[in-house]
């Protein structure tokens, strides 16, 4: 991933995504490799979202039917989703991946952008299910587009020395998150894209 930021500029070239995921853990290692899918967690809940110049539409969110696994208790403590409302509520990953390639239209991987405020572990947890459940297409089309961490880059900006999390990043940006359910895909997803503007926005008065 490269340390590129991609800025408003830049929006007319490229498709920009922001996508978080909730899962059952983390990572056996935090260096995993995605295609050791045996040392990654399962994926229960994915959101994203667009982003353009005007306010961002609400994000797309999908809780996943639970496939060969269920939700420990103490992941339900952080997402708030259970093993029985995911089974009861959730969506096969095939039809997650079939919504998610109709909002990036015709878009072709390289013209897509898809940012996640972590994005070694997102990335992971997405890569990895496609794999594990064998959804060949999607993973091919994924692991093409070129994906952002703005974490990362908002470590670079705001010379922070050290990784934020995402509510005290925002907090520094000055983004109100007090009516946000933290730890859920889409108000990370609305947070995070928030969060990428801002930085967007310091980039650009930094080079001007």
């Known amino acids: 991933m490269g340390a590129r930021l991609y800025t408003a500029p830049s ?3 490229v498709m920009i995504v922001v996508l978080d995921t909730e899962t059952t853990s983390l990572p056996l290692f935090s ?3 995605h295609r050791d899918v ?4 399962r994926m229960v809940s994915v959101a994203w979202g667009t982003v353009s110049r005007g306010p961002a539409p609400p994000p797309t969110h999908f809780v996943l039917k639970p496939s060969g696994f269920s939700i420990p208790e103490s992941s339900t403590r952080i997402h708030g989703i259970t093993t029985e409302e995911a089974a009861e509520k959730g969506v096969a990953l095939a039809d997650v991946f079939q919504s998610l390639k109709k909002s990036l239209g015709t ?3 390289s013209e897509i952008v898809i940012c996640c405020y972590n994005a070694s572990f997102d990335r992971g947890v997405l890569l990895s299910e496609a794999l594990r459940q064998k959804q060949d297409d999607m993973y091919q089309f994924l692991v093409s587009c070129q994906w952002q961490c703005v974490m990362k880059h908002a470590t670079s900006l705001l010379n922070c020395g050290k990784y934020l999390k995402l509510v005290d990043c925002a907090k520094r940006l000055g983004i109100d998150t007090s ?11 609305t947070i995070t894209i928030l969060v990428l503007k801002k930085l967007g926005s310091l980039l650009v008065n930094h080079l001007s």
């Open 31 to 33: 260096d995993a490799d």
């Open 107 to 109: 878009a072709q991987p």
């Open 11 to 13: 929006l007319e070239d």
């Open 179 to 189: 009516s946000a359910v933290l730890h859920t895909a889409n108000d990370d997803v």
């Open 38 to 41: 045996g040392l990654w967690p």
